[in-house]
């Protein structure tokens, strides 16, 4: 294929491997934006479960501690990600939204640790 045999189509092809570019971009950005929000959803139900299940067996004050240590990794887990997300393209009010009630969320489970 000579330089100047066919410049139309190499201009079309172009275009379609940058808009793939941005199309698998755009899809690992909300691939890691998923995996920061499984994380701290795991990392607060671990607090949680701590809580419930190690409460008899040790100090109270130990486990109260330990339990919110990892609520609290979680709320910061969801900030984290909202954070990360907020600089990439794609819906932000939506990823916004939800990032800011995964937090508020975290931070109200939180207050009931004493309470449990």
């Known amino acids: 294929m000579s330089a100047g045999s066919d410049p139309e189509g190499r201009l ?19 691939r890691t934006f998923a995996a920061w929000v499984r994380t ?3 990392s607060a139900a671990a607090g949680f479960g701590l809580l419930k299940l190690m409460q008899p067996t040790g100090p109270d004050w130990l486990v109260r501690g330990l339990a919110a240590t990892f609520v609290t990794l979680g709320a910061a887990m969801f900030a984290f990600g909202l954070w990360s997300r907020r600089r990439h393209g794609v819906p932000k009010a939506a990823i916004v ?6 937090v508020l969320g975290t931070l109200a489970a939180l207050v009931l640790i004493p309470r449990a």
């Open 12 to 30: 079309a092809l172009a275009e379609d491997r940058t808009e793939a570019a941005y199309d698998r971009t755009r899809l690992a950005y909300e």
């Open 97 to 102: 939204v939800l990032g800011v009630l995964l």
């Open 40 to 42: 701290g959803l795991a």
